[in-house]
């Protein structure tokens, strides 16, 4: 029984202090501490700044995470096609008449453009 007693005095301990603080009746009718002039002309301007800046890191941080987890090439489009290197567009040609996919005729005009 007497740990329940304990137990409950324990309890209003915090209710108590807050009990005894003095009440500030003056806080928000006036003076310089009310709550919506305390910063003055500067909190009036940074403070919606600091709010825009804040979107802007937000959203960009947003933009750079879905270019991260897409990986690169992705909304570009296809990547442009380059030969492997050591192989030169002639050879390649070479290789379309030899296969079949062209003939002799577009195989003639192909390397006149090619220039050799």
């Not at 009718?29 to 910063?39: E, I, L, N, Q, S």
């Not at 567009?89 to 062209?102: C, N, Q, T």
């Amino acid at each position: 029984m007497t740990t329940a007693r304990v137990g409950v005095a324990l309890a209003l301990v915090p209710a108590w202090a807050w009990a005894q603080t003095p009440l500030e009746t003056d806080r928000y009718f006036g003076g310089p501490h009310t709550m919506w002039w305390a910063a003055g002309w500067p909190g009036m301007f940074f403070g919606p700044l600091m709010m825009i800046l804040m979107f802007a890191a937000i959203i960009a941080c947003a933009v750079l995470l879905v270019r991260w987890v897409g990986g690169p090439g992705h909304g570009h489009g296809a990547p442009p096609h380059h030969p492997p290197s050591g192989r030169a567009p002639l050879d390649i040609l070479k290789e379309r008449f030899a296969r079949g996919d062209i003939d002799k005729d577009e195989f003639e005009a192909r390397r006149r453009v090619l220039g050799d």
